[in-house]
């Protein structure tokens, strides 16, 4: 069955420290993923996406992710944090079954702290 | 563009109620999904409409919960009764097309907090 695992419950970086935010996924075929940021109060922005081609991901914010499929991961990375990215973060990957079925199967999120 | 809008933002009922959500997607948005949020967990899909048609509900628990999508635009999301459980963040979402494509984008609405007491 496909899965998700976000093996950071929480993490604290302070401001202008890199960032990288792990996930790994198992799925059958080649993987569709995403990741997400949740922040207070609202509801998920996707930042990037990975179907095919080039490994690293470049996304929004200055988030970058690199697939690797010999380690089923997708971590999320990023080179100097901004007190603005904290926040909850939400890798998942798409889950396409017969006719249309589309759904997306997340982990179960990092939380970001950021210290001033 | 206007994103995915609903309704309400928070809800505090007691167990054995009923409780509707509102959903409007972006509009021209042909998918529309439902996520249920519980605390700790990150989303899972209980129901997916292509237009006004349901394309996955397989877990949904359909004893207690119901959507619809009249005319493919607006969805509600019903729970009666609720149960303890059932607290947690219910995140609508929709896609442009209707064909099941890997390179669809969700645009998430805010959610509606739902606390059952």
């Known amino acids: 069955a496909q899965s998700v695992t976000q093996p950071d419950i929480h993490i604290t970086v302070s401001e202008g420290a890199s960032l990288e935010l792990r996930c790994n996924y198992s799925?059958?075929?080649?993987?569709?993923l995403f990741w997400y940021v949740q922040s207070p109060g609202q509801g998920l922005q996707l930042l990037l996406k990975?179907?095919?081609?080039?490994?690293l991901v470049q996304g929004i914010k200055g988030f970058e992710a690199e697939f690797k499929r010999s380690q089923s991961s997708f971590n999320l990375r990023k080179p100097s944090v901004h007190w603005s990215d904290a926040a909850e973060y939400f890798c998942?990957?798409?889950?396409f079954g017969g006719g249309a079925t589309n759904k997306l199967i997340f982990g179960t999120g990092t939380l970001l702290a950021v210290q001033p | 563009e206007a994103g995915v809008a609903q309704s309400p933002r928070y809800k505090i009922i007691e167990k054995r109620q009923s409780v509707a959500f509102w959903c409007n997607p972006i509009s021209g948005h042909a998918t529309l999904y439902w996520y249920q949020q519980i605390l700790g967990q990150g989303p899972k899909l209980l129901i997916q409409?292509?237009?006004?048609?349901?394309?996955?509900d397989s877990q949904l628990p359909k004893d207690r919960f119901s959507a619809e999508r009249l005319k493919g635009v607006d969805s509600t999301l019903k729970i009666q009764p609720a149960k303890l459980e059932d607290s947690a963040v219910y995140l609508c979402a929709s896609s442009l097309t209707t064909r099941a494509s890997r390179q669809e984008t969700q645009y998430f609405g805010p959610g509606t907090r739902l606390l059952v007491l």
């Open positions: 998942a990957v798409g889950s």
């Open positions: 409409f292509q237009n006004n048609g349901v394309v996955d």
């Open positions: 990975y179907f095919s081609g080039d490994t």
């Open positions: 799925y059958g075929a080649t993987p569709y």
